[in-house]
C-alpha cells in the first residue's frame, strides 16, 4: 500500500497568498519604517549607511519571506494521493504549478544574491546621495524582477481557491462511489444512505463538482461520495465536471454504485446507460460495481421486470418512496464487510482505530465483524 503524506485535501492548509503588487507595497512601507541602529558616536556618513543598508536587507527579507511562504505552503505534488493529483489536472495544471514554484524559488535565490551585491557596493561608498542612490536601484531592481511573477501568482491565486472547495476523504476509510448518468438520483440517494448534503434538483447536472457523506455501519465509518453525472460519449471527450468522477472511480472507489433509470425523466436511452456502465467496466475492470435501478415508483411491475430484465441484475429502489432503499443497504454492508475481510489497508486501520475486543483472536486468520 501507498503511503501517501497526505489523504485529505492537502490544498487547504494552504493561506492567504498575496499578490505581487501587494508583496511589493507592503516590502517597500516596512523598509521605510526600518527604525535605524545607528549609535551617538558615529559619524553621520556611519548612520546614513546603516540606515541605507537596513532597508535594502528589510526590503529583500520581506519579499523573499512572502515569495517562501507562497513555496512552502504547497504540498510535494510527488506526495500527493492519485486523486488529488487528478483533480489538480483538473482544476488547473501540475506540471504549470511546479514550474512556476520553481520560477518562484528562482527569484528569491535572485533577490538574495542581488542583496548581496548592493550591499559590497553600498559599503564601498561614503558619500550620502551615492547610499541614496544605490538603495533606490536595489528597490527598483527588487520589484523589475519580482513583478515578473504576476501573472504565475495570479494564476496560483486562482487555482488554489477551487482546489480548497475539494472536499477531504479518508483513504483509510471504505469508500462507495455513487455514479450514473445525470438526474438518476444519486444525490438523493447520497442525502438517504449517508450524511451527504447535495443539492437535489428537479433537472439534469445539479451536481457540478463531488460531495462527499459518511455512513457508519456497525463500528465502521465508511465514506460515500455524489458525483456529477456522465454522459455516454468518449473518455476523451469528458468535460471538467464529467472528468471529477471519472477521477472518484479511477482512484477512491472502493465500491461502485451505479444508478439506472428506465423512467420517461430519464436523461439519456437505457441503451446509452447500458454503454455507459460498460465503458467504466472496460476502463476500470477491477472497480466493484452494484447496479441499481431507481424509480420504480413510476414504473409498473411490469416495466421494473423489463427494466432489471435489460440492465441486469439490479436492485430495484425508489429514494421517493424509500421502496427497496433498506435491501441495497443490507447489500453494501455486505460488501462493506467482505472488502474489510479482504483488505490488508482495511485490516491495518482496524489495528490502529478499533478497540481490542473487536479485533479477531490469533488463532483466527479472518475477521469476522457483525456489522
Given at each position: 500500500?501507498?503511503?501517501?503524506?497526505?489523504?485529505?485535501?492537502?490544498?487547504?492548509?494552504?493561506?492567504?497568498?498575496?499578490?505581487?503588487?501587494?508583496?511589493?507595497?507592503?516590502?517597500?512601507?516596512?523598509?521605510?519604517?526600518?527604525?535605524?541602529?545607528?549609535?551617538?558616536?558615529?559619524?553621520?556618513?556611519?548612520?546614513?549607511?546603516?540606515?541605507?543598508?537596513?532597508?535594502?536587507?528589510?526590503?529583500?527579507?520581506?519579499?523573499?519571506?512572502?515569495?517562501?511562504?507562497?513555496?512552502?505552503?504547497?504540498?510535494?505534488?510527488e506526495?500527493?494521493?492519485?486523486?488529488?493529483?487528478?483533480?489538480?489536472?483538473?482544476?488547473g495544471?501540475?506540471?504549470?504549478?511546479?514550474?512556476?514554484?520553481?520560477?518562484l524559488?528562482?527569484?528569491?535565490?535572485?533577490?538574495r544574491?542581488?542583496?548581496k551585491?548592493?550591499l559590497?557596493?553600498?559599503?564601498?561608498?561614503?558619500?550620502?546621495?551615492?547610499?541614496?542612490?544605490?538603495?533606490?536601484?536595489?528597490?527598483?531592481r527588487?520589484?523589475?524582477?519580482?513583478?515578473?511573477?504576476?501573472?504565475?501568482?495570479?494564476?496560483?491565486?486562482?487555482?488554489?481557491?477551487?482546489?480548497?472547495?475539494?472536499?477531504?476523504?479518508?483513504?483509510?476509510?471504505?469508500?462507495?462511489?455513487?455514479?450514473?448518468?445525470?438526474?438518476?438520483?444519486?444525490?438523493?440517494?447520497?442525502?438517504?444512505?449517508?450524511?451527504?448534503?447535495?443539492e437535489v434538483?428537479?433537472?439534469?447536472?445539479?451536481?457540478?463538482?463531488?460531495?462527499?457523506?459518511?455512513?457508519?455501519?456497525?463500528?465502521?465509518?465508511?465514506?460515500?461520495v455524489?458525483?456529477?453525472?456522465?454522459?455516454?460519449?468518449?473518455?476523451?471527450?469528458?468535460?471538467?465536471?464529467?472528468?471529477?468522477?471519472?477521477?472518484?472511480?479511477?482512484?477512491?472507489?472502493?465500491?461502485?454504485?451505479?444508478?439506472?433509470?428506465?423512467?420517461?425523466?430519464?436523461?439519456?436511452?437505457?441503451?446509452?446507460q447500458?454503454?455507459?456502465?460498460?465503458?467504466?467496466?472496460?476502463?476500470?475492470?477491477?472497480?466493484?460495481?452494484?447496479?441499481?435501478?431507481?424509480?420504480?415508483?413510476?414504473?409498473?411491475?411490469?416495466?421494473?421486470?423489463?427494466?432489471?430484465?435489460?440492465?441486469?441484475?439490479?436492485i430495484?429502489?425508489?429514494?421517493?418512496t424509500?421502496m427497496?432503499?433498506?435491501?441495497?443497504?443490507?447489500?453494501?454492508?455486505?460488501?462493506?464487510?467482505?472488502?474489510?475481510?479482504?483488505?490488508?489497508?482495511?485490516?491495518?486501520?482496524?489495528k490502529?482505530?478499533?478497540?481490542?475486543?473487536?479485533?479477531?483472536?490469533?488463532?483466527?486468520?479472518?475477521?469476522n465483524?457483525?456489522?
Amino acid at each position: 500500500m501507498n503511503n501517501f503524506s497526505q489523504s485529505r485535501n492537502p490544498f487547504r492548509k494552504i493561506s492567504y497568498i498575496s499578490p505581487i503588487s501587494e508583496i511589493i507595497d507592503n516590502a517597500f512601507k516596512r523598509s521605510k519604517t526600518t527604525k535605524s541602529r545607528a549609535k551617538k558616536r558615529m559619524t553621520r556618513e556611519e548612520k546614513i549607511a546603516i540606515v541605507e543598508r537596513d532597508k535594502i536587507t528589510t526590503l529583500s527579507s520581506e519579499i523573499i519571506s512572502k515569495l517562501d511562504s507562497i513555496i512552502n505552503q504547497f504540498p510535494w505534488i510527488e506526495d500527493l494521493h492519485p486523486f488529488y493529483i487528478e483533480i489538480c489536472n483538473l482544476m488547473g495544471d501540475v506540471n504549470k504549478i511546479k514550474k512556476i514554484l520553481g520560477r518562484l524559488a528562482g527569484i528569491s535565490q535572485q533577490i538574495r544574491e542581488m542583496e548581496k551585491e548592493q550591499l559590497v557596493k553600498l559599503k564601498q561608498t561614503r558619500h550620502p546621495l551615492e547610499m541614496a542612490q544605490i538603495r533606490r536601484e536595489t528597490g527598483g531592481r527588487f520589484a523589475s524582477l519580482v513583478k515578473k511573477a504576476s501573472g504565475d501568482v495570479k494564476y496560483l491565486i486562482k487555482v488554489i481557491k477551487k482546489l480548497k472547495m475539494v472536499p477531504d476523504f479518508d483513504m483509510m476509510l471504505p469508500t462507495i462511489v455513487i455514479a450514473g448518468a445525470p438526474n438518476v438520483g444519486k444525490s438523493s440517494l447520497v442525502r438517504e444512505i449517508s450524511s451527504g448534503t447535495p443539492e437535489v434538483g428537479e433537472y439534469p447536472f445539479t451536481t457540478k463538482q463531488i460531495v462527499f457523506g459518511h455512513r457508519d455501519f456497525g463500528f465502521m465509518k465508511v465514506q460515500v461520495v455524489d458525483t456529477p453525472g456522465l454522459l455516454d460519449r468518449p473518455f476523451s471527450r469528458r468535460n471538467v465536471i464529467e472528468r471529477q468522477s471519472i477521477a472518484s472511480i479511477q482512484h477512491i472507489a472502493d465500491i461502485t454504485v451505479f444508478m439506472f433509470d428506465y423512467s420517461k425523466d430519464t436523461t439519456i436511452t437505457p441503451s446509452e446507460q447500458i454503454n455507459l456502465m460498460n465503458d467504466i467496466q472496460n476502463e476500470f475492470p477491477n472497480t466493484e460495481i452494484i447496479q441499481v435501478l431507481n424509480k420504480i415508483d413510476l414504473l409498473s411491475k411490469e416495466e421494473t421486470q423489463k427494466a432489471q430484465d435489460f440492465f441486469g441484475l439490479s436492485i430495484p429502489i425508489s429514494i421517493e418512496t424509500k421502496m427497496g432503499v433498506d435491501n441495497l443497504n443490507l447489500e453494501l454492508e455486505r460488501r462493506i464487510k467482505e472488502l474489510i475481510n479482504s483488505s490488508e489497508k482495511f485490516k491495518e486501520y482496524f489495528k490502529i482505530n478499533i478497540a481490542e475486543e473487536f479485533l479477531p483472536s490469533k488463532e483466527d486468520d479472518t475477521i469476522n465483524y457483525e456489522l
